[in-house]
């Protein structure tokens, strides 16, 4: 059974930084890329970042870029999210996902699983 | 950025009604675009990807269609399970979604 479960959420003040966590199992992790999506309360799905299989290439959204570091560690099953300088606006439960590996076009950006989340809150 | 409109953003249904979701994008995203489905408490969970590609374990009734700009969910028989709010997403340029769709007992 894929599992994801995230960690490190938690209440900080802002302009400062929190590192989440998520160890996958259930699958070969080195098989795919990886991302993050958030979802503020009430509101609708942002995604944040992703990162390939090996970590060679990540991407952001404008939002969080030159704030946020995506790195993952497969001896781990591991993937991460630095958060820098952080926002009121980052205020969101944030997953992890696991991109869709297809067999002709290899790891997708639509997500097949999702983990539960963990609550990340930016306030003074 | 590509905008992703839903529509309507409530549909009113009975159990056993075909129901059918729209979403439209700002500009052409190929078939580049995926359905959720998330419940109250709960992450989502992928439909469909690629426009018309039903996930593993998803039930026949749910399909997908549409290519370019404009794509549809049909749910062809609700059941009770299905009541929930939809997500169009896409991968055209980086990843967006949609505002979603609440899809409510009548």
């Known amino acids: 059974e894929v599992q994801l479960v995230e960690s490190g959420g938690g209440v900080v003040r802002p302009g400062g930084s929190l590192r989440l966590s998520c160890v996958a199992s259930g699958f070969t992790f080195d098989d795919y890329g990886m991302s993050w999506v958030r979802q503020a309360p009430g509101k609708g799905l942002e995604w944040v970042s992703g990162i390939n299989w090996n970590g060679g290439s990540t991407n952001y959204a404008d939002s969080v870029k030159g704030r946020f570091i995506i790195s993952r560690n497969n001896a781990k099953n591991s993937l991460y999210l630095q958060m820098n300088s952080l926002r009121a606006e980052d205020t969101a439960l944030y997953h992890c996902?696991?991109?869709?590996?297809?067999?002709?076009?290899?790891?997708?950006?639509?997500?097949?699983?999702w983990g539960q989340g963990t609550q990340v809150t930016v306030s003074s | 950025e590509i905008v992703l409109t839903q529509s309507p953003a409530t549909l009113s249904l009975s159990p056993g009604e075909r129901a059918t979701l729209s979403c439209r994008a700002s500009?052409?995203?190929?078939?580049?675009l995926a359905w959720y489905q998330q419940k109250p408490g709960q992450a989502p969970r992928l439909l469909i990807y690629?426009?018309?590609n039903r996930a593993t374990g998803i039930p026949a009734r749910f399909s997908g269609s549409g290519s370019g700009t404009d794509f549809t969910l049909t749910i062809s028989s609700l059941e009770p399970e299905d009541f929930a709010v939809y997500y169009c997403?896409?991968?055209?340029?980086?990843?967006?979604f949609g505002q979603g769709t609440m899809l409510e007992i009548k």
């Open positions: 997403q896409q991968r055209s340029n980086w990843p967006s």
């Open positions: 690629d426009a018309s």
């Open positions: 500009q052409s995203v190929s078939s580049y």
């Open positions: 996902v696991r991109k869709v590996n297809t067999i002709v076009g290899g790891t997708i950006d639509h997500f097949d699983y």
